[in-house]
């Protein structure tokens, strides 16, 4: 019989209507319960219990219908990160657009001043700001809803007057971001999205 693990492991499809999703359909011998699981790909992977008829499993698939296609739209977004060049490049145009228009928006309120302000394919960083006073943003700023992309430009242009994270540089970002606390943590759901 080989390895539990591979015990009728096989590859069947469900049309959902209006579209039709593809599923891996994993029997287990220990398993007691259906599993559905949505994976970082997309995929849906689904873990039965070797009894369990397939006519049961697409019912109780066609059940979850909503909550599948709501968790891949969720994933779907990740396709982001497959972008081709010319569109990488277009983006960059969009970003630095769209820095310095909000910069210069934002800094009629702190009037500090930078060195200068470079968009960059970032590894793990959304922006930073040098001792030297040069501002620099992950291109993929250009594809936040706005609120967001306010926040981490405000958080860096208060880095020119605070280059820590103290009292004072959050007391400085709240004057113009009070909900930052709020957009702080939507752009934890954001990095998971876009990187």
């Not at 579209?19 to 995929?43: A, H, N």
């Not at 081709?84 to 009629?108: C, G, M, W, Y």
């Not at 020119?160 to 939507?186: C, G, Y």
Request: net charge positive; charged share 30%; hydrophobic share 40%.
């Amino acid at each position: 019989m080989g390895n539990g693990d591979d015990l009728s492991v096989f590859e069947e499809s469900l049309v959902i209507v209006p579209e039709k999703i593809p599923y891996t359909l994993r029997r287990r011998p220990w398993s007691r319960v259906l599993r559905f699981i949505i994976k970082s790909d997309g995929k849906l992977v689904i873990t039965a219990p070797v009894l369990l008829g397939v006519r049961t499993i697409e019912k109780m698939i066609e059940e979850r219908r909503e909550w599948i296609i709501e968790k891949m739209k969720i994933i779907e977004p990740k396709s982001i990160l497959k972008r081709p060049s010319k569109q990488i490049a277009a983006d960059k145009r969009r970003a630095l657009a769209l820095v310095n228009e909000r910069i210069t928006h934002f800094n009629l309120h702190y009037r500090l001043s930078w060195n200068r302000i470079a968009i960059r394919d970032q590894k793990t960083r959304w922006g930073s700001c040098s001792s030297k006073g040069n501002l620099n943003f992950h291109y993929k700023i250009a594809l936040l809803p706005p609120h967001l992309a306010d926040y981490l430009i405000v958080h860096e242009l208060c880095h020119l007057a605070q280059m820590n994270h103290s009292k004072n540089f959050w007391n400085l970002v709240e004057q113009t971001i009070p909900d930052w606390r709020e957009r702080r943590r939507a752009m934890r759901v954001e990095e998971k999205r876009l990187r």
